[in-house]
């Protein structure tokens, strides 16, 4: 009876990647019905259940997920030879339930209506238009740097402990809220994650994990960061799976924050990528556009770089094509490279408000 059970529910798994992917070609009915519909109800109830707790329970979650697994292979290996049928079916229903799991709870989300449809904005820009946003970011981010330095080639030190920062980045949506009624965000679940230091060679800053609706911070990033890393994540637990959606959610909210630190660190964060994109389309136009940046925004902007650096190893790699890959199988077709995408998003939209 066991078995058949098993066998019933490792062959469900091939309905369920079908409804997957009719339901991928249909994104407003995901936006009104689940995004909008279900998943607020799920994320609140995680969050209300989970979020008090000083640690990561889904990372511990991992952890013994990961012992088992590793235990249950040990201890059947010899099964695979033997019973090889049984073995897939075991390994298949498993697969099959994390499957459900995972779209049911939030991966359906990356099939919701995209962003800038929903916020009328265009999806395309012009170099001229890169240019212009870009020299009204330099602008605003110069002066916060300099308001709160007073020395345009010092670079900013964020004066709270990574611990006050978690505790304080909820404010920005608050403020945001204002602007997008959409994104309230309560209760309450940022956390540091207990996988730190692994996340740190995997090159990943951050990650919400979508079992248990907990944003997970890498405590070892530089402070500077955290107000834009859990911001982003609190955009992903807000139900914007896509990467280039939850950084311009995540920088709004930095922007709108009402700390200078916050605000800082949100304008200086859109600048980065219009400045990369500049780069990528002309080298010269940069080198004539970044000169126009004060040294101390150039010394944060290092200080990030010296701190992947010091951390790159040849796994990295390996995990960023893993990521890249996921990615792509769910409907970001550039994979990793969809980071960059939210320039798109600071365009077209500061450039109706600037």
């Not at 009719?22 to 109800?41: A, H, I, K, R």
């Not at 490279?337 to 600037?354: K, M, P």
Request: net charge positive; proline share 4%; aromatic share 18%.
């Amino acid at each position: 009876m066991l078995k058949n059970k098993k066998t019933i529910i490792a062959l469900l798994l091939i309905p369920q990647y079908l409804l997957v992917k009719l339901l991928s070609n249909f994104p407003e009915f995901v936006e009104q019905y689940y995004s909008n519909g279900l998943y607020p109800f799920i994320s609140k109830t995680f969050r209300f259940i989970l979020g008090w707790m000083p640690f990561s329970f889904g990372d511990l979650v991992y952890t013994l997920t990961i012992i088992y697994v590793v235990r249950w292979v040990l201890k059947n290996r010899k099964r695979l030879r033997q019973d090889t049928l049984h073995w897939f079916i075991d390994v298949f229903s498993a697969v099959s339930i994390f499957y459900c799991v995972f779209h049911l709870f939030w991966g359906l989300n990356y099939y919701r209506l995209p962003l800038y449809k929903s916020l009328y904005l265009e999806s395309d820009y012009t170099s001229e238009q890169l240019v212009q946003v870009t020299k009204e970011l330099i602008k605003k981010s110069n002066e916060l740097h300099y308001s709160i330095t007073k020395n345009d080639t010092i670079k900013v030190d964020l004066p709270f402990s990574k611990s006050e920062i978690l505790k304080m980045t909820p404010v920005g949506y608050k403020n945001l809220k204002q602007v997008f009624s959409h994104l309230e965000y309560s209760p309450i679940s940022i956390k540091k994650s207990l996988y730190s230091y692994p996340l740190t060679y995997m090159g990943f800053s951050g990650y919400l994990n979508p079992f248990t609706n907990e944003a997970q911070i890498d405590a070892l990033i530089p402070s500077y960061k955290f107000p834009t890393t859990s911001s982003h994540e609190i955009a992903h637990q807000l139900g914007y799976a896509a990467e280039n959606e939850a950084n311009f959610i995540g920088c709004m909210a930095a922007i709108n924050h009402d700390n200078i630190y916050f605000k800082y660190t949100g304008y200086t964060f859109g600048l980065r990528f219009c400045l990369n994109e500049i780069y990528r389309r002309d080298a010269c136009l940069y080198e004539d556009i970044v000169s126009e940046v004060n040294k101390g925004i150039l010394k944060n902007y290092k200080e990030i770089r010296d701190f992947w650096d010091a951390h790159q190893n040849p796994t990295e790699p390996v995990f960023k094509l893993f990521y890249g890959n996921f990615l792509k199988a769910n409907k970001q077709d550039k994979g990793i490279e969809s980071y960059s995408y939210v320039v798109a998003l600071f365009v077209n939209y500061f450039r109706r408000s600037f």
